[in-house]
Protein backbone atom coordinates (compact mmCIF):
# COMPACT_ATOMS: atom_id res chain seq x y z
CA UNK A 1 0.00 0.00 0.00
CA UNK A 2 0.87 3.55 -0.40
CA UNK A 3 3.32 5.18 2.36
CA UNK A 4 4.40 8.48 2.49
CA UNK A 5 6.43 9.24 5.99
CA UNK A 6 7.86 12.85 6.65
CA UNK A 7 10.97 13.26 9.19
CA UNK A 8 13.11 16.64 9.28
CA UNK A 9 10.70 18.78 11.58
CA UNK A 10 11.85 20.58 14.30
CA UNK A 11 12.67 24.07 16.62
CA UNK A 12 14.12 26.37 14.64
CA UNK A 13 15.13 30.09 15.43
CA UNK A 14 13.93 32.73 13.09
CA UNK A 15 16.30 33.06 9.90
CA UNK A 16 17.51 29.31 10.35
CA UNK A 17 17.10 26.41 7.99
CA UNK A 18 15.28 23.15 7.92
CA UNK A 19 15.51 20.01 5.84
CA UNK A 20 12.33 17.75 5.54
CA UNK A 21 12.08 14.25 4.34
CA UNK A 22 9.39 11.93 2.97
CA UNK A 23 9.95 8.39 2.48
CA UNK A 24 7.49 6.91 -0.35
CA UNK A 25 6.66 3.34 -0.70
CA UNK A 26 4.10 1.36 -2.33
CA UNK A 27 4.18 3.06 -5.98
CA UNK A 28 6.17 3.69 -8.75
CA UNK A 29 7.47 6.70 -6.99
CA UNK A 30 9.66 8.57 -10.38
CA UNK A 31 6.34 8.70 -12.26
CA UNK A 32 4.31 10.49 -9.84
CA UNK A 33 4.48 14.43 -8.72
CA UNK A 34 4.88 15.01 -5.31
CA UNK A 35 3.41 17.62 -3.50
CA UNK A 36 4.12 19.22 0.13
CA UNK A 37 1.26 21.10 1.96
CA UNK A 38 1.52 22.53 5.49
CA UNK A 39 -1.07 23.77 8.45
CA UNK A 40 -0.67 26.07 11.24
CA UNK A 41 -2.71 25.83 13.95
CA UNK A 42 -6.74 27.21 13.64
CA UNK A 43 -6.02 27.65 10.19
CA UNK A 44 -6.79 25.32 6.91
CA UNK A 45 -3.76 23.05 5.22
CA UNK A 46 -2.28 24.61 2.53
CA UNK A 47 -0.35 24.09 -0.67
CA UNK A 48 3.35 24.64 0.04
CA UNK A 49 5.86 23.50 -3.32
CA UNK A 50 5.32 20.52 -5.86
CA UNK A 51 7.51 18.91 -8.36
CA UNK A 52 7.02 16.60 -11.13
CA UNK A 53 8.00 12.68 -11.29
CA UNK A 54 11.37 13.51 -13.36
CA UNK A 55 11.96 16.74 -11.14
CA UNK A 56 11.92 18.53 -14.28
CA UNK A 57 8.73 21.22 -13.17
CA UNK A 58 8.94 22.94 -9.94
CA UNK A 59 6.62 25.30 -8.39
CA UNK A 60 6.06 26.98 -4.79
CA UNK A 61 3.31 29.03 -3.01
CA UNK A 62 3.85 32.68 -3.28
CA UNK A 63 5.86 33.60 -0.34
CA UNK A 64 7.74 30.09 0.12
CA UNK A 65 9.52 30.89 -3.34
CA UNK A 66 13.09 32.19 -3.12
CA UNK A 67 12.94 30.71 0.74
CA UNK A 68 12.18 26.92 0.09
CA UNK A 69 13.30 24.25 -2.10
CA UNK A 70 11.86 21.40 -3.32
CA UNK A 71 13.75 18.08 -4.78
CA UNK A 72 13.43 14.69 -5.32
CA UNK A 73 15.69 11.32 -5.17
CA UNK A 74 14.14 8.79 -7.34
CA UNK A 75 16.89 5.95 -6.47
CA UNK A 76 15.82 7.37 -2.80
CA UNK A 77 12.05 7.31 -3.10
CA UNK A 78 12.13 10.37 -1.62
CA UNK A 79 11.17 13.92 -1.77
CA UNK A 80 12.91 17.25 -0.05
CA UNK A 81 11.82 20.78 1.37
CA UNK A 82 14.81 22.67 2.06
CA UNK A 83 13.52 25.79 4.26
CA UNK A 84 15.90 28.56 4.54
CA UNK A 85 15.26 32.16 5.91
CA UNK A 86 12.12 30.30 8.19
CA UNK A 87 9.98 32.80 9.92
CA UNK A 88 7.30 32.11 12.90
CA UNK A 89 4.01 32.00 10.88
CA UNK A 90 5.98 29.22 8.67
CA UNK A 91 5.20 27.28 11.69
CA UNK A 92 2.95 24.67 10.83
CA UNK A 93 2.30 20.86 10.62
CA UNK A 94 4.12 19.92 6.97
CA UNK A 95 2.36 17.08 5.27
CA UNK A 96 3.72 14.90 1.93
CA UNK A 97 1.24 14.44 -0.69
CA UNK A 98 0.37 12.34 -3.58
CA UNK A 99 -2.30 11.68 -5.99
CA UNK A 100 -3.01 8.43 -7.49
CA UNK A 101 -6.15 7.36 -9.61
CA UNK A 102 -7.43 10.65 -8.33
CA UNK A 103 -6.86 9.92 -5.02
CA UNK A 104 -5.08 11.91 -2.55
CA UNK A 105 -2.44 10.47 0.07
CA UNK A 106 -0.54 11.79 2.77
CA UNK A 107 1.89 11.66 4.98
CA UNK A 108 1.74 12.01 9.31
CA UNK A 109 3.25 15.02 8.95
CA UNK A 110 6.44 16.60 11.15
CA UNK A 111 5.85 19.45 13.12
CA UNK A 112 7.99 23.04 12.23
CA UNK A 113 8.33 25.28 14.72
CA UNK A 114 10.01 28.69 14.21
CA UNK A 115 10.47 30.45 17.53
CA UNK A 116 13.28 32.45 19.27
Known amino acids: QVQLVESGGGLVQPGGSLRLSCAAS????????MRWYRQAPGKEREFVAF????????NYAGDMKGRFTISRDNAKNTVYLQMNSLKPEDTAVYYC?????????WGQGTQVTVSS
Open 97 to 105: NTRLSSRDY
Open 26 to 33: GFTFSSYT
Open 51 to 58: ITGAGGTT
